[in-house]
């Protein structure tokens, strides 16, 4: 090794012991409310789907599928949503289905709701902007497997955890389409909401927001299916659902149980896609 | 005559080194030294002007000669850097630079409301919602709130369409959209940002007459920026002209078409048509400078073909024409052609000269009297038409004294 190198190898700066320390010291901290955090986390997920799988499978289903219909006023989209869920029933993967179900609408949830104020108010303060800009991308950027190990430090195996990677995974992308969509809103629109004498609040739910709910949408859309793509990770720390059967069948190399619960996905994510998806009028 | 809104010596300064570009202003640097030196642009500089209650004033001048900075700064949609804007808010006036917030806000919602170049209506919105918002900012309550649109909506015509969305609606009507925004917050005060300019020519026109209708009725004060002199001349009570940032003249549009403060000003009126200008009092010969005619006559022509007698009272104005006598009727267009042996046709004062030409043609090229009140105060002659759009300051064309309204 030439002298240099060796030189800034013998002084290693660090860094992983650094956050190993860091995260040592919150475990040590706060572990009792982390757990209870998680416990109740957990138990909430848990009885979600306990309660959705009360109902005959069949009988969700329908309903879902009356759910798409609400949404669009579309029949042949009911329909399709009803057979691809049949499909999935028809596999024997509903149990699994709704887990994950739960898991990806509560992951989007959160995130809409963390994301679209944090968006609005980056577009209104662009310092804030600035600031959040590096760490939305670190978010976005860091592997999912680097993050995995302290989540599951924190917060211990399950649901919680697997929601909180997804969460953290997600949550980058209604902040920015959030912030591009209220701050491309167009100067004539915000003036002509100022010239008679629009509050701030009014300006922002009655010029902004709507001008900005088709890109916020594509946020929504978005969280949806990148929440769905978390699910084999989110399976790895112990959040159940269909992650867990494409990890089985990674496991012990079943190509048909892989089929079935990537198929499962598929059309989970085609529904959920197709329910969301907003016609907007206009637009900019 | 009171005043709706008064600026003060307004400066609008764009950018962030106020002072220093200000400093430099005063100094008697020019827009473009100013913009060099510290990046600000100079929006508008030293400009003041009052608009009287129930009059349409226009803002005329090239793009980026301030007009829109400076009508901006009556809703304090631009900050103005010095100076003061006035504005009347039922007896008292309320300078915009430096009220309240609250002050503000009452002021944008029932005092000055603004129709846009581009519309300003929102996509996602009916035409109904559109017209409602200003009332729904204010907080007026649903059930009154529909009857004044479908009322606003009436008086534009649009009645039909008050469920569509603004963008299914033609250019021309959601301009109406936008103009009845404006008047279902009941304020007396209108902005108006070139509202036509994006409009095709024959809607333009045609906004331009429904606009005239309406303020017959509504009696607004309406501050209308524009960059076509036909239109300031067409729709003004008084016209403002502006070149980089500031005032050149202020007049009414006659004086403006007859009395142009410089180069620039002679620019724009070089390209207007006078006859939609000037009026027969412009044009004609003063009933004293008619040649006499023998005992009580006048001549109405130079060639002395017609002449009149000039009674003392109102009645029994006698006309000869080469000696025989002929009627003296009013014009009331459109008549069939006459040759030669017709009536001497009369006119008004205010009549436009294009009215006054046609006059003219119906009687073969003969003189027209031009009566006031029952007097006659003038004649016109082909003369004195020609003068008038060839040469029109050179002809001696008679300006009146400046009147507000
Ligand atoms: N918000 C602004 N920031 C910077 N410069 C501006 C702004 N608004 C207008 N200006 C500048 O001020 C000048 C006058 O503009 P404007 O009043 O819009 O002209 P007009 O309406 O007569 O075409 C132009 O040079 C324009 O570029
Ligand atoms: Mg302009």
């Not at chain 1, 990890?247 to 959920?272: C, F, Q």
């Amino acid at each position: 090794m030439d002298p240099i190198t060796e030189f800034m190898v013998d002084h290693r700066i660090p860094v992983g012991p650094w956050g190993m320390a860091f995260f040592d010291l919150i475990t040590d901290q706060f572990n009792s409310f982390l757990r209870l955090f998680s416990r109740s986390l957990n138990n909430f997920l848990a009885g979600l789907v306990d309660l959705f799988l009360l109902l005959p499978p069949v009988a969700l289903a329908l309903m879902i599928a009356g759910l798409a219909w609400y949404l669009q006023r579309s029949l042949r989209l009911a329909i399709g949503v009803a057979l691809g869920l049949f499909f999935i029933i028809n596999q024997s993967m509903w149990a699994q289905t709704v887990q994950t179900l739960v898991l990806v609408v509560t992951a989007a949830t959160a995130s809409m709701a963390i994301g679209i104020p944090l968006g609005i108010a980056a577009a209104h303060r662009p310092r804030l902007y600035r600031v959040m800009l590096p760490v939305l991308d670190l978010m976005q950027t860091l592997p999912t497997f680097v993050y995995l190990i302290p989540v599951l430090t924190l917060f211990g195996l399950g649901n919680a955890p697997g929601l909180i990677v997804t969460i953290i995974f997600v949550l980058p992308t209604p902040v920015r389409l959030t912030y591009l969509g209220i701050s491309s809103v167009p100067t004539s629109i915000i003036e002509a909401g100022q010239a008679f004498g629009a509050t701030r609040r009014q300006l922002l739910w009655k010029y902004e927001l709507p001008s900005a709910l088709p890109t916020i949408m594509v946020g929504l859309t978005q969280s949806i299916m990148l929440s769905l793509s978390m699910v084999v990770f989110a399976a790895l720390i112990g959040a159940g659902g269909l992650g867990t059967e494409i990890n089985r069948a990674l496991g012990s190399r079943r190509i048909d149980l892989g089929i079935e619960a990537g198929l499962a996905i598929v059309v989970l994510a085609i529904v959920l896609d197709r329910m969301v998806h907003v016609k907007t009028r206009g637009g900019k | 005559m009171t005043t709706a809104v008064e600026f003060r010596n307004v400066d609008i300064m764009f950018g962030a080194r106020q002072d220093q570009a200000l400093a430099m202003l005063d100094s008697g640097a020019s827009r473009d030294q100013i913009l060099q030196e510290t990046g600000n642009v100079l929006g508008c500089a030293g400009a003041s002007l009052s608009v009287q209650e129930g009059e349409i004033s226009v803002l005329m001048g090239l793009s980026g000669s301030g007009k829109s900075t400076l009508l901006r700064a009556v809703n304090r949609l631009n900050i103005v850097s010095r100076g003061e804007v006035l504005v009347r808010d039922g007896d008292r006036q309320v300078d915009i630079t430096s009220c309240d917030e609250v002050t503000l806000r009452r002021i944008r919602q029932h005092r000055v409301a603004m129709v846009f170049q581009q519309f300003g209506l929102l996509p996602w919105r009916t035409v109904e919602q559109n017209v409602g918002i200003p009332l729904e900012l204010a907080g007026v309550p649903e059930e009154q709130r529909r009857r004044r649109v479908a009322e606003q909506l009436r008086l534009v015509n649009l009645d039909q369409w008050a469920g569509k969305y603004a963008n299914e609606l033609s250019g021309g009507m959601q301009q109406r959209v936008g103009l009845a925004r404006a008047f279902v917050t009941e304020a007396p005060i209108l902005l108006m940002d070139e509202p036509f300019s994006a409009l095709d020519p024959l809607i333009r026109t045609k906004l331009q007459d429904e606009l005239l209708i309406l303020q017959e009725k509504l009696r607004k004060t309406i501050l209308f920026v524009s960059h076509d002199l036909e239109e300031a001349l067409k729709i003004g009570n008084h016209i403002t002209i502006m070149e980089s940032g500031r005032i050149v003249q202020t007049g009414t549009p006659e004086e403006i078409v007859l009395k142009p403060a410089n180069a620039y000003v002679r620019d724009f009126v070089a390209n207007v048509n006078p006859m939609s200008v000037l009026t027969a009092w412009n044009v004609m010969r003063d009933v004293r400078d008619l040649a006499a005619a023998g005992e009580g006559w006048v001549w109405l022509d130079r060639r002395r073909t017609t002449r009149l007698k000039l009674a003392s009272g109102a009645a029994g104005l006698e006309v000869e024409r080469d000696g025989k006598p002929v009627a003296l009727v009013p014009y009331a267009a459109p008549q069939s052609g006459h040759d030669g042996g017709g009536p001497v046709f009369t006119i008004p004062v205010t009549m436009p000269l294009k009215a006054a030409m046609e006059a003219m043609q119906h009687s073969a090229a003969g003189p027209i009297a031009v009566l006031d009140g029952g007097r006659v105060v003038g004649a016109i002659g082909v003369r004195d038409v020609l003068g008038a759009i060839l040469g029109r300051e050179a002809s001696g064309v008679r300006v009146s004294p400046s009147t507000p309204n």
